[in-house]
């Protein structure tokens, strides 16, 4: 039975070696695949009998099996493209993905929106990724990666904030005059108001200075553009009144006045909050952030206003921590959703199911949803793939090896298959 043994050795030789072939081969074929992970055979050997029993040694080995395949888990090269949906892992994380069989995990970041505005892998699979509200603000709520293909809302405009310099050296006394109300101020400068349909009105803050440290401040808007206005004149629509300290910041701020009752059947009485800075005694600030009353040229430093009109996108793109941007005609920006990231206590153990997808697997854990750069799920690069983590030379080292291990073993059957000739040849 010893030669006969040896039979059976050689062949488990040239089963586990083929097999060792085979995962080399599907190595090489996958040198170009994205995020693919290169793995190895890991041989196991078999034992036959015991010469001596329980008191060990003298074994005899009955050849060779495959224990387990497992990926190499090493990181693989980033490299940039041009594809504004493309993105790439660095460290652990996986991508999560839903289709009809349902969640699966990938490495290949290598996605496009469908034609129904979902962003789905090169075989239909939808990524997940966490939600964003109404504000653009991202919410711990994992769903479908989608963009809006409707109008996004207008907004009417509920707050401007200005930071200027009123110059303390004009002398005080100036009347205004809305007839003339650029030839009886002493500063004028223009903001954008936007009413609830998304309609942009240009209004006009004119500043007369009517003591040491105090300001009237008026908002006019043309008379065509609010309800009981007349045409080519000016109607007011906003009042204000600013004083400053002694050096110059920004003391006191109170509205008096404000009748923002747009036409074309926008909302009237709209309220819009207008804010000239961190104010000492109205806001119990510091006077340091916004107006001041300085000797130097009265000039609108910055200005923003919270308000839009309705628009569609234009274009879209992520940022390396996975949140989705889009940008709309009307200027406005918004975040319309974040990538989540999955990550596994065992990741060696995820089940490949074909088109570099991987399903969690009992060994593998369940995956641990979570942002990027959080908890080690690694971090994200926009327009960017993750190569293969083969290379190439060697694994053609591994195949000449596996090869001459495939010959080595088919010459212990060869040899055998000689000396059961010279067994058979005894009886003659």
């Given at each position: 039975?010893?030669?006969?043994?040896?039979?059976?050795?050689?062949?488990?030789?040239?089963t586990?070696?083929?097999e060792?072939?085979?995962?080399?081969?599907?190595?090489?074929?996958?040198?170009n695949?994205?995020?693919?992970?290169?793995?190895?055979?890991?041989?196991?050997?078999?034992?036959?009998?015991?010469?001596?029993?329980?008191?060990?040694?003298?074994?005899?080995?009955?050849?060779?099996?495959?224990?387990?395949?497992?990926?190499?888990?090493?990181?693989?090269?980033?490299d940039?493209?041009?594809?504004?949906?493309?993105?790439?892992i660095?460290?652990d994380?996986?991508?999560v993905?839903?289709?009809?069989?349902?969640?699966?995990y990938?490495r290949?970041g290598?996605?496009?929106?469908?034609?129904?505005?979902y962003?789905?892998?090169?075989d239909?699979?939808?990524?997940?990724?966490?939600?964003?509200n109404?504000?653009?603000?991202?919410v711990?709520?994992v769903g479908?990666?989608?963009f809006?293909r409707?109008?996004?809302?207008?907004?009417?405009?509920?707050?401007?904030v200005?930071?200027?310099?009123?110059?303390?050296?004009?002398e005080?006394?100036k009347?205004?005059?809305?007839?003339?109300?650029?030839?009886?101020?002493?500063?004028s400068?223009?903001?954008?108001?936007?009413?609830s349909?998304?309609?942009k009105?240009l209004?006009?803050?004119?500043?007369?200075k009517?003591?040491?440290r105090?300001w009237?401040?008026?908002?006019m808007?043309?008379?065509?553009?609010?309800?009981?206005?007349?045409?080519?004149?000016?109607s007011e629509?906003?009042?204000?009144?600013l004083?400053?300290?002694?050096?110059?910041?920004?003391?006191?701020?109170?509205v008096?006045?404000?009748?923002?009752?747009?036409t074309?059947?926008?909302?009237?009485?709209q309220?819009?909050?207008?804010?000239?800075g961190?104010?000492?005694?109205?806001?119990?600030?510091?006077?340091?952030?916004?107006s001041?009353?300085?000797?130097?040229?009265?000039?609108?430093?910055?200005?923003?206003?919270?308000?839009?009109?309705a628009?569609?996108?234009?274009?879209?793109?992520?940022?390396?921590?996975g949140?989705?941007?889009a940008l709309y005609?009307n200027?406005?920006?918004?975040?319309?959703?974040?990538i989540s990231?999955?990550?596994?206590?065992n990741p060696?153990?995820?089940?490949?199911?074909?088109?570099?997808?991987?399903?969690?697997?009992?060994?593998?854990?369940a995956?641990?949803?979570?942002?990027?750069?959080?908890?080690?799920?690694?971090?994200?690069?926009?327009?960017?793939?993750?190569?293969?983590t083969v290379?190439?030379?060697?694994?053609?080292?591994?195949?000449?090896?596996?090869?001459?291990?495939?010959q080595?073993?088919?010459?212990?059957?060869?040899?055998?298959?000689?000396?059961?000739?010279?067994?058979?040849?005894?009886?003659r």
């Amino acid at each position: 039975m010893g030669v006969l043994s040896s039979l059976y050795t050689g062949v488990s030789g040239l089963t586990a070696q083929g097999e060792a072939l085979g995962v080399i081969g599907d190595n090489i074929a996958n040198a170009n695949t994205t995020g693919f992970k290169a793995s190895r055979a890991e041989f196991q050997d078999i034992i036959s009998k015991n010469l001596k029993g329980i008191l060990g040694g003298n074994q005899i080995g009955r050849g060779v099996k495959i224990g387990a395949v497992n990926p190499i888990l090493t990181q693989g090269n980033v490299d940039a493209t041009d594809k504004s949906t493309d993105l790439a892992i660095s460290g652990d994380g996986y991508f999560v993905l839903r289709g009809t069989d349902g969640e699966s995990y990938t490495r290949d970041g290598s996605f496009h929106f469908d034609r129904e505005g979902y962003l789905v892998s090169n075989d239909g699979q939808r990524v997940q990724g966490f939600e964003a509200n109404e504000k653009g603000q991202i919410v711990n709520k994992v769903g479908d990666i989608k963009f809006p293909r409707a109008l996004i809302p207008a907004k009417g405009t509920t707050e401007i904030v200005l930071d200027l310099n009123l110059d303390s050296r004009v002398e005080a006394g100036k009347v205004f005059n809305p007839e003339d109300p650029y030839g009886t101020s002493h500063y004028s400068t223009g903001v954008e108001v936007f009413d609830s349909q998304g309609n942009k009105h240009l209004m006009t803050l004119f500043f007369n200075k009517s003591s040491d440290r105090n300001w009237d401040v008026r908002g006019m808007v043309d008379g065509k553009e609010v309800v009981g206005g007349k045409e080519g004149k000016m109607s007011e629509v906003m009042a204000a009144k600013l004083t400053f300290t002694v050096d110059g910041k920004l003391d006191t701020e109170t509205v008096s006045k404000q009748a923002f009752n747009f036409t074309g059947g926008a909302l009237q009485n709209q309220q819009i909050k207008i804010d000239f800075g961190d104010s000492i005694t109205t806001d119990k600030g510091k006077g340091l952030n916004g107006s001041k009353q300085y000797g130097k040229e009265s000039d609108l430093i910055s200005w923003r206003q919270d308000g839009a009109a309705a628009g569609t996108i234009t274009n879209m793109s992520f940022n390396d921590e996975g949140v989705l941007t889009a940008l709309y005609t009307n200027g406005q920006a918004q975040d319309l959703g974040q990538i989540s990231l999955a990550k596994f206590e065992n990741p060696e153990a995820l089940f490949k199911v074909g088109n570099n997808r991987l399903k969690e697997s009992r060994d593998s854990g369940a995956g641990a949803v979570g942002k990027a750069r959080h908890a080690g799920r690694g971090q994200l690069f926009a327009k960017s793939l993750e190569r293969s983590t083969v290379d190439l030379a060697t694994e053609f080292v591994n195949l000449i090896q596996n090869q001459r291990g495939f010959q080595a073993n088919a010459k212990t059957i060869t040899t055998t298959d000689e000396l059961l000739n010279e067994v058979i040849q005894l009886k003659r």
